[in-house]
């Protein structure tokens, strides 16, 4: 506000001065209503539907709100539309701190003003933006239309209207009301209903055993199944490299590798594969490296790393490695066992949650540079190090997440606070 909180103060004492300051009163709110600039901000699904509403068909600038800005200084407006995760809340605060004043804010979107599907049982979402910044407006829906946006303009030009120089806007607080729990009521009211009902159905039932004692149910008559004619699985051409020919070269290799659940490599396991079967290698850990070095240079040219994950299987970490060869798609899948261990003392329990132990696996970046965001996405999630990644951090959570989500005995920390409360 700044000079403008002066002007009644200069106006009031002339004579038909305050009646000059309701009209710069109407005046700038006028101006300012019809002219509000929003800043670009949208970080899922609703976003789209923001988007919408500045495309030709919706024009919110009928409503005098300008182009999307790209920068919070030059915004007066902040959409936040979309689900915000923890990692999102700092830099979120600090965009609107960036704005200049006076400033508004609309929630858009059931994430957004309460975390929406997301609520419950997530350890990464905002329950509420409002818990980061005041919000003037809330557009409610999953997401809402952009017709419900274009109202939630109209409702915070109204409130700008009602703005006046001597009770100029301060924005609040954010807010960190307690949630009502009303899951949790629904949920007892629902099991009180299904067990009024079992009662009623066992005294039916009862009442029609006492009055039909001789009641057998008919048997339901059975649809005729038509039969389908068996189609055979052909193997795709792919030059040559189909899955058998893939684990054969695999097996000449390294004789001492097993498939997967199947064993040894032998012609009648691999004869009964079906003919889209990617061939799938247990390979020890201190093997890996080896593995992954001939799979790139050697016949098979597995160029392609498809994917790297990791299954917590509770006594060890699994981790599983696709590869391609880009031109004859010829396919092959690594399974590698990945030890946990517990500091002195420790040892896998199951049942006991968020444990304290670590485990590590060679990196695969030497090999294909591409599996360094899998494996980043790996040790963020799982908490298996990479040994040989250059570049070993969190890719998704705060550093300071405390634990690894995707681990079995993950608990829900209660990350989701209000940080202003
Ligand atoms: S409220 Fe619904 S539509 Fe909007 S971001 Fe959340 S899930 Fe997507």
Not at 211 to 239: I, L, M, N, T
Not at 380 to 397: A, C, K
């Amino acid at each position: 506000m700044g000079l403008m909180e002066n002007v009644p103060k200069v106006l009031d004492p002339l004579p038909g001065g305050s009646r000059l300051a309701d009209a710069v009163d109407y005046v700038v709110n006028w101006a300012r209503s019809r002219s509000i600039w929003p800043l670009t901000f949208g970080t899922s699904c609703c976003a789209i539907e923001m988007m919408a509403a500045s495309m030709a068909r919706y024009d919110i600038s009928r409503f005098g709100s300008e182009v999307f800005r790209a920068s919070p200084r030059q915004a007066d407006l902040f959409i936040v539309a979309g689900t915000i995760v923890e990692k999102m809340a700092e830099p979120l605060v600090r965009l609107y701190e960036q704005m200049p004043g006076p400033k508004w804010v609309i929630a858009m979107g059931s994430c957004t003003i309460s975390g929406g599907p997301f609520y419950y049982d997530n350890y990464s979402v905002v329950k509420g933006v409002d818990r980061l910044i005041p919000v003037d407006v809330f557009v409610p829906g999953c997401p809402p239309r952009p017709e419900a946006l274009l109202n939630g303009l109209v409702l915070l030009q109204e409130k700008i209207r009602k703005e006046t120089l001597r009770n100029p806007r301060r924005p609040g607080e954010p807010l960190s009301a307690p949630a009502e729990d009303r899951w949790a009521r629904a949920k007892e009211a629902w099991e009180e209903l299904e067990r009024i009902k079992d009662e009623q159905m066992a005294e039916a039932r009862a009442k029609f055993a006492a009055e039909h004692p001789d009641y057998k149910p008919p048997k339901p008559p059975r649809a005729e199944k038509p039969a389908f004619p068996e189609v055979a699985r052909e193997p795709a051409p792919h030059a040559g490299w189909n899955a058998r020919a893939v684990a054969d070269a695999v097996h000449a290799r390294f004789p001492e590798l097993k498939l997967f659940r199947l064993g040894d490599v032998a012609p009648e396991v691999l004869e009964a594969r079906p003919a889209d079967w990617i061939p799938s290698f247990e390979v020890p850990s201190g093997k890996l490296l080896e593995v992954a070095r001939w799979l790139k240079d050697g016949e098979l040219k597995m160029d392609f790393p498809l994917l790297l994950t990791s299954v917590d299987r509770l006594d060890r970490f699994e981790l599983v490695a696709q590869l391609m060869n880009s031109s004859t798609s010829a396919r092959v899948e690594l399974r590698v066992p990945v030890e946990k261990i517990f500091p002195e003392g420790g040892s896998y329990a199951a049942g006991e949650k968020n444990q304290k132990y670590g485990a590590t696996a060679p990196s695969l970046v030497p090999v294909w540079p591409g599996m360094g965001w899998h494996e980043r996405e790996i040790y963020d999630l799982m908490g298996i190090r990479f040994e040989g990644n250059p570049d070993m951090r969190r890719i998704f959570l705060e550093e300071d997440f405390p634990g690894h989500p995707l681990r079995k005995d993950f608990d829900m920390p209660g990350r989701a606070i209000p940080r202003h409360a």
